[in-house]
């Protein structure tokens, strides 16, 4: 039965305590969560009208809600013989998964490109997209449908992650001063809805055209190169 849940439980438990302002659930994710009660119940069972509740393994469960929603009701129940008890039910507020960070490389899109080394920004290969540490959710996973990037007038685009040779071509032969913009990437989120980010960096070029980017041997990237 989608929505319910149901495992032995052998842990003791004198209480429970719930913080309203953290029962948040993510759409389109399989929420990790852990339940404990009392040592009582042969087995308890978690469910949802609006929701679909996996296990995980013994007294951790994932729950992910159904389309549509907004918010959700978990309910835990006792079974103890042939006697069912309600033991207690939580609200849940459904939000949209927080906004991933895109990387070029190792370089997050949210710097300021015209303080990378330029050799080091011509070495990157391809895009990412992931959460940083501000952000407490595992195994989410993204996927790059789409980059654009503009090299002066000249657009270049490619339908998956990785930098196009004719985009490393023409960033080699453009004169310094030219204007990089790179403009957005589509992403495919867990929930399977495509979406346009902005990354919205302009970098000018530094050095002459046609120079040969050696692969830096320090590895800095944040340090400005010599302009040709």
């Given at each position: 039965m989608q929505g319910v849940l149901s495992f032995s439980q052998n842990?003791?438990?004198?209480?429970?305590?719930?913080?309203?302002?953290?029962?948040i659930l993510y759409r389109g994710y399989d929420n990790p969560l852990e339940i404990y009660t009392c040592e009582v119940c042969d087995s308890v069972y978690v469910s949802s009208a609006d929701a679909e509740v996996t296990m995980r393994n013994k007294g951790q469960f994932y729950v992910r809600p159904k389309a549509g929603k907004r918010n959700l009701t978990l309910?835990?129940?006792c079974i103890l013989g042939s006697?069912?008890?309600?033991?207690w039910?939580?609200?849940?507020i459904i939000k949209a998964l927080p906004k991933p960070k895109?990387?070029?490389?190792?370089?997050?899109?949210?710097?300021?490109?015209?303080?990378?080394?330029?050799?080091?920004?011509?070495?990157?290969?391809?895009?990412?997209v992931r959460y940083d540490?501000?952000?407490?959710?595992?195994?989410?996973?993204f996927r790059i449908l789409e980059w654009s990037i503009n090299i002066g007038k000249t657009t270049f685009t490619n339908t998956d992650a990785k930098l196009t040779d004719d985009f490393k071509a023409a960033f080699k032969k453009a004169k310094k001063g030219t204007r990089v913009y790179f403009d957005n990437v589509t992403i495919i989120a867990p929930d399977g809805i495509a979406r346009k980010v902005k990354m919205d960096q302009t970098y000018i070029k530094k050095v002459k055209r046609n120079t040969d980017y050696e692969p830096d041997p320090d590895g800095n990237r944040w340090r400005n190169p010599v302009s040709g």
């Open positions: 842990n003791a438990i004198k209480g429970l305590i719930s913080n309203p302002d953290t029962r309910s835990i129940k006697d069912t008890t309600s033991l039910s939580e609200r849940y895109i990387y070029l490389g190792g370089i997050a899109m949210n710097k300021d490109f015209n303080h990378v080394k330029e050799t080091n920004l011509f070495h990157q290969n391809r895009f990412s540490e501000s952000v407490h959710l595992t195994g989410v996973k």
